[in-house]
C-alpha cells in the first residue's frame, strides 16, 4: 500500500518556516494596524468617505509602481527586496505612531499609509516569486496552503489582539508601534534563510520588459480568468472597509456576551473596555478565522480535483454571506456571515496563487506577480474606496448614512455572484479545470 502524503512533511524545511514565520509575524502586526486605521479615522471623523479614502491611498502606490515592481523583482535577489521593503513598512509605521500620539491633521495618516503601500507594493511580488524559490514544484500547492494558514492566523489574531489593544488603552499609537517591531522582526527572520534567488540574466527596465507580465496573463485564460475573478469579487463584495461603522451603529444593541465581559473586566481588573472596539476587532476576526479553517482542511486533503469549478462555487457561496451580513442585526450572525466569507475567499485565494506560479516561468514570476498583486491588491483598496463612496451617497441620498451603509453591503454581495456567472461563461476553461496539482 502508498502510504498517504503527510501534511507536515514539507514544514521540515528550515527555510520555509522561517518564510512562513515571518509572514505570519508580519501579517499579525499589518492585521493589527488596519483595524487601529479605522478606529482612528472614525473616532476622530465619524465618515464614511474618510473610511474609503484608506482604500484609495493604499491603491494609488499599485497602480503607480507595480511594473517597475515586477521588473525589480525578476532583476535583482528577491531576499533583498523583502527585507529592504519592510523595513521602509517599519519605518512608516514609526510616523503612524507619532502622528497618533500627537493628534496631528489626518492628512499624515493618509501619508504615511501612502508610503507603507508603496513598500508593500515592491514586497508583494518579490514575495510571491520567492516562495517557489523554497520548496521542490510538487510540494508547492501545499506550501501555498500553508502559507495562506499562516497569513489567516495572523489576521484572525490582529484584529482581536488590535481591538483588544485599543480597548485598553482608547488609542491606536501603541498599534501602530507594534506593527513597527513587527515588521522588524519580520526582516530578520527572512534575513536568516539561507535560500537566494539567482538571476539568470538581468534585463534593463524598458517599456517592453515591463509589459512582459501583462502580455502572459492575457495569454493564459486560465490564469486571466481566475485573476479576474478574484479582482470583482473582492471590488464589489468587500465589507471590511465598513465594519467601524457595523461595529459601533448598526450591531450597537449587541452582544449581551460582550457587556457581560465588559463588566467582569471592570470588577477584576478595573478595565473599562470599550464595547464597540471590542465589536470591531471580533468582527475584523471572523472573516480570517474561516479562512483558517478552510486552510487547515486543505492541507490535510489531496489537491482540489475539480480546482475550476469549486472555485466559482466558493466566490458565490462568498457573495451570498456578504448579502447576509449587510442585512443582519444580530451580532453573532453577523459574525458567522463573515466566517463564512472567509471560508469560501480562502478556497479561491489557494487556487489563484498555485495557478499564477506554477503556470509561470521563474525568469517572469516577478513581474506576474506583481500583474497578480495589482489586479487582486487594487481590487481590495478600491473595494475599500467603493465601499465607503456607495454607502456615503446612498446615505446622503436617503438622509441615513446606516441605510447607505447597508445598502452598500447588499448590492456588493449580489453584483459578486453576477460577477460569477459572467466568469464562468466568458472562460469555460475554468469550468473544466481539474486537479490543482496538475498545474
Request: glycine share 10%; with cysteine; charged share 10%.
Given at each position: ?49 474618510n473610511l474609503g479614502l ?28 523583502i527585507i529592504a521593503t ?147 469579487a473582492v471590488l464589489l ?203
Amino acid at each position: 500500500l502508498v502510504a498517504p502524503p503527510d501534511p507536515y512533511a514539507v514544514l521540515r524545511n528550515r527555510d520555509l518556516v522561517l518564510y512562513l514565520l515571518g509572514r505570519f509575524v508580519a501579517s499579525l502586526g499589518q492585521q493589527m494596524l488596519t483595524v487601529a486605521v479605522g478606529w482612528e479615522l472614525y473616532e476622530r471623523t465619524h465618515s464614511a468617505l474618510n473610511l474609503g479614502l484608506v482604500g484609495l491611498t493604499q491603491m494609488l502606490p499599485m497602480v503607480l509602481f507595480t511594473l517597475p515592481a515586477g521588473h525589480v523583482a525578476d532583476n535583482h535577489d528577491r531576499k533583498r527586496i523583502i527585507i529592504a521593503t519592510t523595513f521602509v513598512i517599519a519605518c512608516a509605521s514609526v510616523g503612524l505612531t507619532l502622528i497618533s500620539w500627537y493628534q496631528a491633521p489626518i492628512g499624515w495618516i493618509y501619508f504615511f499609509l501612502f508610503a507603507a503601500g508603496t513598500g508593500r507594493t515592491f514586497l508583494w511580488p518579490a514575495t510571491s516569486a520567492f516562495l517557489p524559490h523554497l520548496v521542490p514544484r510538487q510540494d508547492f500547492s501545499r506550501a501555498v496552503t500553508w502559507s495562506s494558514g499562516s497569513f489567516q492566523l495572523s489576521s484572525v489574531v490582529g484584529p482581536a489582539a488590535g481591538g483588544a489593544l485599543i480597548a485598553l488603552t482608547q488609542h491606536a499609537a501603541p498599534v501602530y508601534a507594534f506593527n513597527a517591531l513587527a515588521s522588524l522582526v519580520c526582516l530578520t527572520l527572512i534575513g536568516l534563510i539561507r535560500r537566494r534567488h539567482i538571476i539568470a540574466a538581468k534585463q534593463k527596465m524598458t517599456l517592453n520588459s515591463l509589459v512582459v507580465g501583462f502580455k502572459f496573463v492575457f495569454a493564459s485564460p486560465v490564469i486571466l480568468g481566475t485573476i479576474t475573478l478574484d479582482l470583482f469579487a473582492v471590488l464589489l463584495g468587500g465589507a471590511t472597509a465598513l465594519l467601524p461603522i457595523y461595529a459601533k451603529d448598526i450591531l450597537s444593541s449587541g452582544p449581551a456576551g460582550i457587556t457581560l465581559l465588559q463588566h467582569a473586566l471592570l470588577r477584576a481588573f478595573h478595565l473599562q473596555i470599550d464595547a464597540a472596539a471590542l465589536r470591531l476587532g471580533l468582527l475584523q476576526a471572523a472573516l480570517p478565522l474561516g479562512s483558517l479553517l478552510c486552510a487547515l482542511i486543505l492541507a490535510h486533503r489531496p489537491p482540489l480535483q475539480k480546482a475550476g469549478r469549486t472555485m466559482l462555487v466558493a466566490v458565490a457561496i462568498f457573495g451570498a454571506a456578504t448579502v447576509g451580513f449587510g442585512v443582519s442585526r444580530w451580532f453573532w450572525l453577523s459574525a458567522l456571515m463573515l466566517f463564512i466569507c472567509g471560508v469560501a475567499d480562502n478556497v479561491s485565494v489557494i487556487v489563484r496563487h498555485t495557478l499564477v506560479q506554477l503556470l509561470t516561468p521563474d525568469e517572469k514570476r516577478g513581474r506576474v506577480s506583481a500583474v497578480n498583486s495589482l489586479f487582486i491588491g487594487t481590487s481590495n483598496e478600491l473595494g475599500g474606496f467603493e465601499s465607503g463612496v456607495v454607502a456615503f451617497l446612498a446615505g446622503r441620498a436617503l438622509g441615513n448614512q446606516l441605510t447607505g451603509s447597508v445598502i452598500s453591503v447588499v448590492s456588493g454581495g449580489v453584483g459578486t455572484i453576477v460577477v460569477v456567472l459572467a466568469v464562468a461563461v466568458i472562460w469555460p476553461q475554468i469550468r473544466k479545470y481539474g486537479r490543482l496539482d496538475a498545474a
